[in-house]
């Protein structure tokens, strides 16, 4: 089993910048994408950023292209998500993810085998 831990979410101003965390323990070696995705209230999850954990490529949605940066460290098992420039409409809980994906599908959320717990993130206009 993977076992993904979310941190670093909050409160912040428009404008604004967060950086969340997502630990993940277990059986790491099964997967090879993780993920960022986000949901609010009566919507679907809604993909954020991806990486792969092979050659650290990076894929965003165009509405955080610019603003998010994604990165690993391999020491610790973590990933970052810097959240740069934060708008009220980024206001969501954000999941941490990962599974063993074809670069096809990271921005569908049913591809990926493990979830974190979440982490509210709200930015206030």
């Known amino acids: 089993q993977v076992r993904l831990v979310e941190s670093g979410g909050g409160l912040v101003q428009a404008g604004g910048s967060l950086r969340l965390s997502c630990v993940a323990s277990g059986r790491t070696l099964r997967f090879n994408k993780m993920g960022w995705f986000r949901q609010t209230l009566g919507k679907e999850r809604e993909f954020v950023a991806s990486l792969c954990s092979d050659n650290r490529s990076t894929r ?15 020491a610790d098992n973590t990933i970052y998500l810097q959240m740069n420039d934060l708008k009220p409409e980024g206001t969501a809980v954000y999941y941490c993810a990962s599974g063993l994906i074809s670069s096809m599908s990271v921005i569908t959320p049913r591809a990926y085998s493990n979830w974190g717990q979440g982490t509210q993130v709200t930015v206030s206009p």
């Not at 965003?60 to 391999?74: E, I, P, Q, W």
């Open 60 to 74: 965003y949605a165009d509405s955080v292209k610019g603003r998010f940066t994604l990165s690993k460290d391999d």
